[in-house]
């Protein structure tokens, strides 16, 4: 069973997105355990992701539509060129660059996202790492309606 924010009633106001990178063939379990993870460092639950993000290289990863479809939440792919302006925030890797035109995936992903959908994005941290996946969650200021 997933935690959810009624476990932490003060983490309920928090909205944060997930970029996430993952290996092909990684399993929706593997996902679903390094996501919780990553917002149990925090003390945040599934109830506070807002959106999923990855690099369009990942389109056609199963695992990650199921995540999207487990949480019900919108999963949102990114072009190389469109992570750009987050890459200076992040390390990179050569392995990462050959492999999907980026330097770096899971942050670049989830700052790109929390642009996105609103102002003063900004990682919660550094990036986490299983063995075939890596998630990095960022935070954002809602703009006014």
Same mark, same amino acid.
């Given at each position: 069973?997933?935690?959810?924010?009624?476990?932490?009633?003060?983490?309920?106001?928090?909205?944060?997105?997930?970029?996430?990178?993952?290996?092909?063939?990684?399993?929706?379990?593997?996902?679903?355990?390094?996501?919780?993870?990553?917002?149990?460092?925090?003390?945040?639950?599934?109830?506070?992701?807002?959106?999923? %993000?990855?690099? +369009?290289?990942?389109?056609?990863?199963?695992?990650?539509?199921?995540? =999207? #479809?487990?949480? !019900? $939440?919108? /999963?949102?792919?990114?072009?190389?060129?469109?992570?750009?302006?987050?890459?200076?925030?992040? %390390?990179?890797? +050569?392995?990462?660059?050959?492999?999907?035109?980026?330097?770096?995936? =899971? #942050?670049?992903? !989830? $700052?790109? /996202?929390?642009?996105?959908?609103?102002?003063?994005?900004?990682?919660?941290?550094?990036?986490?790492?299983?063995?075939?996946?890596?998630?990095?969650?960022?935070?954002?200021?809602?703009?006014?309606?």
């Amino acid at each position: 069973m997933l935690p959810t924010t009624s476990d932490h009633p003060s983490a309920s106001s928090i909205q944060v997105v997930a970029g996430l990178g993952c290996r092909r063939g990684c399993s929706l379990d593997e996902l679903i355990d390094l996501l919780i993870h990553s917002l149990a460092q925090h003390e945040l639950t599934v109830d506070n992701i807002v959106g999923l %993000a990855s690099i +369009a290289h990942k389109r056609d990863e199963a695992s990650l539509h199921e995540l =999207a #479809e487990h949480l !019900a $939440l919108e /999963l949102v792919f990114f072009a190389p060129e469109q992570l750009s302006p987050y890459q200076a925030l992040t %390390a990179g890797n +050569a392995l990462t660059q050959a492999a999907t035109g980026s330097p770096a995936v =899971a #942050e670049p992903c !989830a $700052l790109a /996202l929390a642009a996105r959908m609103g102002a003063s994005p900004c990682l919660l941290g550094e990036k986490n790492r299983s063995a075939s996946a890596t998630c990095a969650l960022a935070t954002f200021d809602r703009e006014p309606a």
